[in-house]
Nanobody, 125 residues
Framework: QVQPVESGGGLVQAGGSLRLSCAASGRTFPNAIMAWFRQAPGNEREFVAA????????SYADSVRGRFTISRDNAKNTVYLQMNSLKPEDTAVYYCAADWTMTIIRTTPGDFRYWGQGTQVTVSS
């Protein structure tokens, strides 16, 4: 059973930075498409960023493009989300997701089979 585990959330002031990490084991990690989603209170879970096999492709939500960077270290079975220039509207629980069946990056929650428990990111104004 695969269980992604997130870390790195916290409280930061607007304009600051955080780096989230997600470790996933139990399957051949380089073959997984990995993604980050987020969910704010009262909102649906929304796509943030995704990275394809071996990091060859990436995709970002328009709201974070240019501020967030997704990357992966296959030797450590870990995917990262570097978040810069954070805004109060980035406040949410951030979830790591993994899937081994997709051949291209997809951006809806239902496309991903494995999910972490989430880590809280709070950006104060």
């Amino acid at each position: 059973q695969v269980q992604p585990v997130e870390s790195g959330g916290g409280l930061v002031q607007a304009g600051g930075s955080l780096r989230l990490s997600c470790a996933a084991s139990g399957r051949t990690f380089p073959n997984a498409i990995m993604a980050w989603f987020r969910q704010a209170p009262g909102n649906e879970r929304e796509f943030v960023a995704a990275i394809g096999w071996y990091g060859r492709s990436t995709s970002y939500a328009d709201s974070v493009r240019g501020r967030f960077t997704i990357s992966r270290d296959n030797a450590k079975n870990t995917v990262y989300l570097q978040m810069n220039s954070l805004k109060p509207e980035d406040t949410a629980v951030y979830y790591c997701a993994a899937d081994w069946t997709m051949t291209i990056i997809r951006t809806t929650p239902g496309d991903f089979r494995y999910w972490g428990q989430g880590t809280q990111v709070t950006v104060s104004s």
